[in-house]
């Protein structure tokens, strides 16, 4: 419990770095007239961007040439747009414009859109004949899925239940880093010494490990929970 308090403190402290930096375009946004929802919109196109060039990576990759430009350019856009998901958040909250409904359509494209990116790489693994790397990845999108199932979940019975070390902004920055660096190993580094696709693999399955995990805590947690309302 001590562990997940201090990684709570660190995660909230590198949140509110990133509203720091972020909150004059906020500001920019709201001027201008862009609501939450539109700001949502245009994560999940990103996202559906993303996964889109993971497929075109597949169907063009040979044995010669893995694609790891597009491979690049997929994590790119991926980081790039997922920060809509905490920006969204932001022109909310500071132009008064928060709503149920947001709130929803807001966790209903968020689900979208990890399914959307993850589905594109497990394509794209399965293209090129990395067949367990797919399934591996197939695993990372069974826990992403129960993660947030768990929470809201939860949340319908009245428990708040965000514990867990696998939340959707970790796995967000794992599966784009991972994209980026295996894209521009790739490109820089002989195929010989090192096989670059391990990197995103290894990605892929410290997100089906953990974020399957964190499913089952959640599980737990609610179960202590609603033991001792009893």
Known sequence: MKSQSTFKRCRDGIQLGVYAVFNPLVHGMIRIGITPNMVTTIGL?????????????????TPAD?????VTLAGALIITFSLFDMLDGQVARLGGMASR?????????????????????????????????????FLAMVGSVMVSYVRARAEGLGIECKVGFMQRPERVVVTSLAALVTGITGMCVHHEQFDPMLILIGAMGIIAILANITAFARVAHCRRALQNDK
């Not at 929803?104 to 367990?132: H, K, N, P, Q, W």
Request: aromatic letters at 16%.
């Open 45 to 61: 196109l990103g996202n559906l961007a993303a996964a889109a060039v993971f497929v075109a990576a597949g169907l063009k990759a």
């Open 66 to 70: 893995m694609q790891y430009g597009l």
């Open 101 to 137: 409904f947001g709130a929803l359509y807001d966790s209903v494209l968020d689900r979208y859109c990890e399914l959307l990116t993850l589905g594109g790489i497990a394509f794209y693994m399965f293209r090129t004949g990395y067949v367990i790397g797919a399934l591996i990845t």
